[in-house]
């Protein structure tokens, strides 16, 4: 009886993440291959691309970047549907990781008192540091 009562709460916890999930990843796939199809995923990749590569992203990693920026998991979901290295994901893994949610966030660093531009401004800094120096010390493409 325990078996079953712990199976059906963790089955129901489960259904209930990856319904969170879907929101936010069925979306972003949906803008990517749209993008993709339309020709603007390759217009977008192609006037990021010399900027991206010094932290070692192809241009379509700006698309991961900003879709990083409306939630984590958009940011996931973008580099899931993208035909990129581990190296690349774990560098576009930090940036997202430091600079999320951008917009959101600030409005919190305001309604806090802080000074949001310092705020912005370290957290972009932070990251672009931070995926240069990865791009430097992983192997790889």
């Given at each position: ?20 999930l ?16 339309s ?90 540091l ?12």
């Open positions: 009886m325990v078996i079953k009562h712990a199976v059906l709460r963790g089955s129901k916890n489960t259904l209930k993440i990856v319904l969170n879907v929101k936010f990843i069925v979306p972003a796939v949906f803008i990517l291959k749209v993008l993709e199809h020709g603007w995923l390759f217009r977008i990749a192609a006037f990021f691309e010399p900027y991206m590569s010094y932290i070692g992203l192809p241009g379509e990693g700006a698309l991961i970047i900003i879709m990083g920026q409306v939630t984590l998991y958009s940011g996931i979901a973008a580099m899931a549907v993208m035909d990129i290295t581990v190296k690349q994901i774990t560098i576009a893994s930090t940036f997202i990781a430091i600079f999320h949610s951008i917009i959101l966030e600030t409005v919190v660093v305001i309604k806090a008192g802080g000074d949001w531009p310092i705020v912005v401004g370290f957290r972009f800094v932070a990251a672009i931070a995926c240069f120096a990865l791009n430097l010390l992983i192997p790889g493409v």
